[in-house]
Nanobody, 120 residues
Framework: QVQLVESGGGLVQAGESLKLSCVAS????????MGWYRQAPGKERELVAH???????TYADSVKGRFTISRDNTKNTVYLQMNSLKLEDTAVYYC??????????????WGKGTLVTVSS
């Protein structure tokens, strides 16, 4: 009953920037953590970044210094600003939300993914 709508993916040249957005809606009592994972072809899904309810961010080593995660609690939205994109950033990026549902149970929800393609 919780929906995640991702946007912002696309095709860019190396060195350029993109900003991803994810809006959560539905029966959400409170959001504990929001973040982004990615999966490149033939690879395991990996954590890119997440941010806690206290606005404490965590980043994968591969994106530190280039990506910035932020959230707007009033809109149940998480953002991922991606700068200095590299070829190896090409992947499907998935939004996730770790939240307490309206029935007060803690669950996770995943978006359908948005494709980021970085070319030379």
């Amino acid at each position: 009953q919780v929906q995640l709508v991702e946007s912002g993916g696309g095709l860019v040249q190396a060195g350029e920037s993109l900003k991803l957005s994810c809006v959560a809606s539905g029966s959400i009592f409170s959001i504990i953590r929001m973040g982004w994972y990615r999966q490149a072809p033939g690879k395991e899904r990996e954590l890119v970044a997440h941010i806690t309810s206290g606005n404490s961010p965590t980043y994968a080593d591969s994106v530190k210094g280039r990506f910035t995660i932020s959230r707007d609690n009033t809109k149940n939205t998480v953002y991922l600003q991606m700068n200095s994109l590299k070829l190896e950033d090409t992947a499907v990026y998935y939004c996730y939300v770790d939240f307490m549902a309206g029935n007060l149970k803690r669950v996770d929800s995943w978006g359908k993914g948005t494709l980021v393609t970085v070319s030379s």
